[in-house]
């Protein structure tokens, strides 16, 4: 009897503990990181974390040092620039990230454009097209030095499928026909996944439209609607594949949104990438320092800054300039002061940034 009384004991007590962690959850599993609220530091902080950066040099001098300390960016992109052999740039690497954690302690986004069969910052991907298919043992040992120097976010691969076969980007597309791209991307984002590193689908909704090259003016396009729909299906076919980051490109298609270009367009940042195909990552504009992308010159980077974020974009990339960067900087946190929508867009994107930093350095800390 005396058995039978503790065994109905203990079975109450257990009865009782398992409502309590049902009723109270937070009692159970702590929340997973998208869950958690997070305290919004100053605005001068968020703003960093809603920029990607770049310097001249193969060093961090003062005043670059002293610049990155200001704007607290999310995120640095580094270039051919920047590497004089692999100990120097790993060493970069290490010292820019430890500026990073002691200014916020947010690891940084380290960026570089390394692209199968394209752009080259450092080459490890050269020649792997040698005998017509993808070397995809060269690939992935390319990803692996990328990684050993501190690489975490490769600005790669292209869904820009040269729809135009006059495209200025016909060159560093690494397929023949779309379904192939489609194929090539899917195995090199799980490469990256594979090496917990981020890919970033470029160029939306894809320059493969255009004939001129965007760095030296303007592009635009009238595409009709079945080349298009051909160009999202890629980049749908990316984001399901598991890309973190897509990059917006410097052009102005027509029949989307008539005289803006896709970095500062409402209509192919939100409606198309976010509403229409489901991307839930950070999209990031192509490079903004230069003036090429801005149509007549009718606003100036402060204003062109703004509009991106204002259009749905998480990240605004400036390559170089920091000085020039800082100016821009203190301008916008001057409208954000006067500007309640723009201080909740920034808000927003510090949040997300946020959280993808949590996704990608197990050892960060939401806070």
Known sequence: M???????????????????????????EPSPPQQQKITLPSLQEQLGQNLVVGFEKKEIDQQTKEALEYIKPAGIILYYRNFENPDQFK??????????RDTTGKPYFIMLDEEPGGAARLGVFNNVFAFGEPDWDHIEKGIKIMKDL???VDLAPIADFPFDNNSFIKNRVPAHDTEHLMEFNRQFIALLNK???????KHFPGMGVFVDDPHRKLPNADPEDSIIEKSLKIFKDGIDSGTDFVMTGHGIYDD??????????KKIATDLLQIQLGFKGLIITDDLSEMYFIPNGKMNLVQATESSFKAGHNLVM????LENIKKIFDEIISDANQDENLQS??????????????????DFVVR
């Open 256 to 265: 989307i949104d008539p005289n803006i270009p896709a970095t500062l367009s």
């Open 91 to 100: 060493k970069l690497i290490s010292e820019l990230q430890k500026i990073a």
């Open 195 to 201: 090496y917990n590193m981020s890919a970033t689908l």
């Open 318 to 321: 400036f390559s170089h300039g």
């Open 150 to 152: 501190g690489i975490n």
């Open 345 to 362: 867009v920034i808000a927003t994107n510090y949040t997300k940034v946020l959280l993808m930093k949590y996704k990608l350095f197990p």
């Open 2 to 28: 005396k058995a039978k009384l503790i065994i109905l004991l203990l079975c109450s007590f257990l009865l009782v503990a398992g409502l309590i962690v049902f009723l109270k959850p937070e009692l159970a």
